[in-house]
């Protein structure tokens, strides 16, 4: 599942790092990227919700054999709309999209839960997280060496290639025999979840995901617009930023272990927010010479902590609602995520069609962060009271 997951991740992570880029390139405007972003997160807000009631007692299997499918698919349709002009498809190709990123984004969570021991948690979940970065590191380093050595190729043609890639994870898909399945009883279970537990869980996500919702998507665009960095080169830096990811991401399980929940949670993300605020900062120092440097470095700071809780994060709330609250918590995760990035998305492109520099939006998400950090230090308190 990890492997499969990886190539699905690749094709993610490709876009993230040159799909706005491409489209700012098109003529596309950065409130008009906004809304079709938006789109993609749309679909997964509608649809997580209720594929978490869905696969509860499930093979998980099937959702992952559709979305090694799908995404791949979508992403070349997606990429084919706009070098043709098709513009009108694009909302629909987006919703697309998020949709068969969501059959595995929601079932991997749970089938990590699954078919794991408790002393094999930790590991599998960093695991599973780390798939992220291994893809931008390598479709990174694909965008760059395409940059550098085939310079006729736009960055269309470069997404095109790796889509076709993604359809290498079915491969792996198909090798996976392990499919472990809980039997639960028949109907909608509604009453058997237990509500109060899944929303003192989700609360700090909440807020964390609505400011990440207005930074995260939008990251390249900061780069491109103050620092002229094109996509050649926000490959080698995001490509950067997963390898410090992914080494964090393996050494989480040590981290937790060594400063538990409260303090490896909680110092993370506070020096994260720091180095965001201080990135939003060299927006107003775009002309000196050091401020790419610093932009550079802060962002190098802030993605590989703020990613490095996340396991942790993730860990501590499927814990904390227990196990017949899993499916349900990874569905209601991925909802919130892709809900309050699609808002996001549409409040960053009410913000730009306004005129607001990007310093001051990246603020708004610090400021959501920190009080999101807080809500955290608040649930592993009650975790551990609890425990």
């Given at each position: 599942m990890?492997?499969?997951?990886f190539?699905v991740?690749?094709i993610g992570?490709?876009f993230?790092?040159?799909?706005?880029?491409?489209?700012?390139?098109?003529?596309?405007s950065?409130p008009?990227?906004a809304?079709?972003?938006?789109?993609?997160?749309l679909a997964v807000m509608?649809?997580?919700?209720p594929l978490g009631?869905?696969?509860k007692?499930?093979?998980?299997?099937?959702f992952?054999?559709?979305?090694s499918?799908?995404?791949?698919?979508?992403?070349?349709a997606l990429?084919?709309a706009i070098?043709?002009?098709?513009?009108?498809y694009?909302?629909?190709?987006?919703i697309?999209w998020?949709v068969v990123?969501?059959l595995?984004q929601?079932?991997?969570?749970?089938?990590?839960m699954?078919n794991?021991?408790?002393?094999?948690?930790?590991?599998?979940?960093?695991?599973n997280?780390?798939?992220?970065?291994f893809?931008?590191?390598?479709?990174g380093i694909?965008?760059f060496?395409?940059?550098?050595f085939?310079?006729?190729?736009?960055?269309?043609?470069i997404?095109?290639f790796?889509?076709t890639?993604?359809?290498?994870?079915?491969?792996?898909l198909l090798?996976?025999?392990?499919d472990?399945?809980?039997?639960?009883?028949k109907g909608l279970?509604?009453t058997?979840y237990?509500?109060?537990?899944?929303?003192?869980a989700?609360v700090?996500t909440?807020i964390i995901a609505i400011?990440?919702?207005?930074t995260i998507?939008?990251?390249n665009l900061?780069f491109?617009?103050n620092f002229?960095?094109d996509?050649?080169?926000f490959a080698?830096?995001?490509g950067?930023a997963?390898?410090l990811v992914a080494?964090l991401?393996l050494l989480?399980?040590n981290?937790k272990?060594?400063?538990g929940f409260?303090?490896g949670?909680?110092y993370?993300q506070?020096?994260?927010?720091?180095a965001?605020i201080a990135?939003?900062?060299?927006e107003?120092f775009a002309?000196?010479?050091?401020?790419?440097p610093?932009?550079?470095?802060c962002?190098?700071v802030?993605?590989?902590l703020m990613?490095?809780a996340?396991?942790m994060?993730s860990?501590l709330t499927?814990?904390?609602?227990?196990k017949?609250n899993?499916?349900?918590?990874?569905?209601?995760?991925a909802?919130?995520w892709?809900g309050?990035w699609?808002?996001s998305?549409q409040?960053?492109?009410y913000?730009k069609?306004?005129g607001l520099p990007?310093?001051?939006i990246?603020?708004?998400?610090?400021?959501?962060?920190?009080?999101?950090?807080?809500m955290y230090?608040?649930?592993?308190?009650?975790?551990?009271?609890r425990?």
């Amino acid at each position: 599942m990890i492997k499969a997951e990886f190539f699905v991740q690749l094709i993610g992570a490709a876009f993230f790092l040159i799909l706005n880029i491409y489209l700012a390139k098109q003529g596309f405007s950065d409130p008009e990227i906004a809304n079709f972003i938006s789109y993609r997160f749309l679909a997964v807000m509608l649809l997580a919700f209720p594929l978490g009631f869905y696969i509860k007692g499930k093979p998980l299997k099937p959702f992952f054999i559709l979305g090694s499918l799908g995404v791949p698919t979508v992403a070349i349709a997606l990429v084919l709309a706009i070098h043709y002009g098709l513009y009108h498809y694009l909302p629909a190709l987006f919703i697309l999209w998020g949709v068969v990123f969501t059959l595995f984004q929601v079932s991997s969570l749970p089938y990590v839960m699954r078919n794991t021991s408790v002393a094999n948690q930790s590991h599998a979940i960093s695991l599973n997280y780390a798939t992220h970065s291994f893809g931008t590191i390598l479709s990174g380093i694909m965008i760059f060496g395409f940059g550098q050595f085939m310079r006729e190729m736009d960055e269309g043609v470069i997404l095109l290639f790796i889509a076709t890639l993604g359809f290498f994870g079915v491969y792996y898909l198909l090798k996976m025999k392990v499919d472990v399945v809980v039997p639960v009883k028949k109907g909608l279970q509604w009453t058997s979840y237990d509500w109060g537990l899944l929303l003192k869980a989700i609360v700090p996500t909440i807020i964390i995901a609505i400011g990440a919702g207005l930074t995260i998507p939008f990251i390249n665009l900061f780069f491109f617009h103050n620092f002229q960095i094109d996509s050649k080169g926000f490959a080698v830096i995001g490509g950067v930023a997963s390898i410090l990811v992914a080494f964090l991401a393996l050494l989480v399980p040590n981290v937790k272990n060594k400063l538990g929940f409260k303090k490896g949670i909680t110092y993370t993300q506070t020096t994260a927010v720091l180095a965001l605020i201080a990135l939003a900062t060299t927006e107003f120092f775009a002309s000196y010479w050091w401020a790419l440097p610093v932009a550079v470095l802060c962002f190098w700071v802030r993605t590989p902590l703020m990613n490095m809780a996340a396991p942790m994060t993730s860990e501590l709330t499927m814990n904390y609602v227990g196990k017949k609250n899993q499916e349900m918590l990874s569905a209601i995760m991925a909802a919130i995520w892709s809900g309050s990035w699609f808002f996001s998305s549409q409040i960053f492109r009410y913000l730009k069609a306004e005129g607001l520099p990007y310093a001051y939006i990246f603020y708004i998400t610090a400021g959501l962060y920190g009080f999101g950090v807080f809500m955290y230090y608040l649930l592993v308190l009650d975790y551990e009271r609890r425990k």
